[in-house]
């Protein structure tokens, strides 16, 4: 019996937590790779470890490792994946409104979007009951432009 015969099963499992460990910190960049195939590593090492046998060490996580990336990491990005959802006032941007008082270059007026009224900023003279658009939020005040119809 040879030293890979009696010891690959321990090596599998070592660097099955190394892995694992380097994917605490390195962060879920890796998007969870580094743990899945450390597990793919240790499930390796257990079950082969009776077997003595460093094919069948070698087999069992070649097919592992195989299975995961043809099946098993697809589905788990997708299941990791973060939807991008504008919310709060970030929602606003591209929404179309109503001037309520006129904006001028040097001072704020007021805009109607949705239901609620705003301070509203333009790089351009707009006057009252044009419409506009929104595109961009400084602090509480809109960036607002006037929309395709009013031009």
Avoid at 32 to 52: C, E, H, K, R, Y
Avoid at 55 to 82: K, T
Wanted: charged fraction near 20%; aromatic fraction near 8%.
């Amino acid at each position: 019996m040879e030293f890979y015969d009696s010891w690959l099963w321990l090596i599998l499992i070592a660097a099955g937590l190394i892995l694992a460990i380097l994917e605490l910190l390195v962060g879920v960049s890796t998007g969870f790779d580094l743990v899945f195939v450390g597990s793919v590593f240790i499930i390796g090492g257990l079950v082969t470890g009776p077997a003595q046998s460093w094919v069948v060490s070698a087999i069992v996580v070649s097919l592992l490792s195989v299975a995961y990336v043809a099946f098993g990491r697809r589905y788990v990005h997708r299941r990791m994946l973060v939807k991008e959802e504008r919310t709060n006032v970030d929602a606003l941007t591209g929404m179309k409104g109503i001037v309520l008082r006129a904006i001028a270059e040097n001072r704020d007026g007021l805009v109607k979007v949705g239901h609620e009224e705003w301070r509203a900023r333009a790089e351009e003279q707009i006057d009252e009951g044009v419409e506009i658009v929104v595109v961009g939020i400084a602090g509480v005040t809109l960036l607002v432009k006037k929309s395709e119809r009013s031009s």
